[in-house]
């Protein structure tokens, strides 16, 4: 399962009237921030949501100015009436957008129109922006569509849209309710939902302890495992792992030690992989994007690559899994909510790939039939299930075309 695409589609409005526990749901800024994060503020509050704004097209100019999200009291009422009669007890009434270009712009987007269409009002929920230097000096989009914007250091995204501590800052002073990350940046990151909900302010994505465990390889293989969904020989297939053992996904160290490879032993790297059969995919269990990964059909080519493997993602932890020849990249996407209810919606073909990154996605999948397709969606709502997944999600599988068999990914 990963998080690229967890919430490609604006998401995060779905949990718009979604509960939440604590104290006030407005903080108003300590004072000046001098030379921290720089607030601004836009203009006054649209009541429809003209094709213009869809567009993308700024209707209210930004302009700073410290203070929490303005609150206009008949929108304010709209939206708490809307979110009772659905039975939730906590208004979102601003979310801080962790995010730039296309990610902020849609998630926006979908905001502005989602108000617009339940409540009449396209500016019923304040969106706070993050800009860089650059975002500035180009007039990004996201920024002209927000009622605020604060503007953070340039650079790397370290320095901004990846700086748990600085996200978890402007959200505190701005004010709140809740935080979009989007996709990529800190998006996968355990620590930033776990920072928010320490303070009482919503993530609008999986939780901490579910975003760890199906970001990490190895434990969500053996995840995998416990919900029944078919997984290739790996260096973990040995490991007894029950629904019990690692209900919300957390997954006792001792059966986690044992699917791994100790990085410093060699011969055990040998071994591993001779046990699960040559030709062997050698992997980090945090690798990504290309990171971490070789394929080895030898003793040699295990002991020349090895260390190339582990160090490419320093203090990962290493495994070991079968090779899948002749085999297409498919996904399921799936979006779970609060209450444990899990749909999937549709599949998509990633087989299109250039150094294990994927180029193209294509969608629906015609690759397998119908009947596999529906079973690897039940497989991907168990996983969901099993470690209390919120959000949107995409679960990922190796199709061997041959036998029509697929394995999780």
């Not at 032993?265 to 992989?273: K, R």
């Amino acid at each position: 399962m990963t998080g690229d695409d967890r919430a490609e589609e604006g998401g995060g409005t779905a949990q718009l009237a979604n509960r939440r526990s604590g104290g006030g749901t407005q903080a108003a800024a300590a004072g000046s921030l001098g030379d921290g994060p720089q607030v601004g503020t836009s203009g006054p509050t649209a009541s429809v949501l003209p094709h213009s704004l869809l567009q993308g097209q700024a209707l209210f100019a930004p302009r700073r100015g410290a203070g929490a999200p303005r609150r206009i009291p008949s929108l304010s009422k709209q939206l708490e009436e809307y979110v009772t009669e659905l039975g939730g007890d906590r208004p979102i009434y601003s979310v801080l957008v962790a995010n730039n270009g296309l990610a902020a712009v849609k998630f926006m987007r979908s905001v502005r129109s989602w108000a617009s269409q339940a409540l009449g009002a396209a500016r019923a929920v304040s969106l706070v922006a993050l800009a860089t230097p650059d975002d500035m000096r180009v007039n990004a989009e996201h920024i002209a569509m927000a009622d605020q914007f604060v503007e953070v250091p340039g650079g790397t995204n370290n320095n901004n849209y990846a700086n748990v501590e600085l996200i978890l800052q402007i959200a505190q002073r701005a004010g709140v309710d809740a935080v979009w990350p989007g996709w990529g940046h800190a998006s996968e990151n355990p620590e930033m939902p776990a920072s928010l909900a320490a303070h009482g302010i919503r993530f609008l994505g999986p939780p901490a302890g579910p975003m760890a465990a199906l970001g990490d390889k190895i434990g969500s293989t053996l995840l995998a495992q416990a919900a029944g969904v078919p997984t290739l020989p790996w260096s973990g297939s040995h490991v007894a792992v029950s629904v019990e053992e690692c209900k919300g996904g957390v997954i006792p160290p001792a059966i986690y030690s044992a699917a791994c490879i100790p990085v410093d032993d060699l011969e055990a790297a040998v071994a591993a992989c001779r046990g699960v059969g040559y030709p062997v995919m050698l992997k980090a269990s945090w690798g990504g994007g290309g990171k971490g990964i070789r394929k080895v059909s030898s003793d040699e080519e295990v002991r020349s690559v090895f260390k190339q493997v582990a160090g490419e993602v320093p203090g990962s932890p290493i495994f070991a899994m079968k090779l899948a020849p002749a085999s297409r990249h498919l996904e399921v996407q799936l979006l779970c909510d609060i209450y444990g209810n899990v749909v999937s919606l549709f599949s998509r073909d990633c087989s299109v790939q250039r150094r294990h990154q994927k180029i193209v996605e294509e969608g629906p999948v015609t690759a397998a039939p119908q009947h596999v397709l529906r079973d690897m969606e039940r497989c991907a709502r168990a996983l969901a299930r099993l470690v209390g997944y919120v959000g949107a999600a995409t679960v990922e599988y190796l199709y061997c075309i041959d036998e029509q068999k697929y394995y999780f990914l």
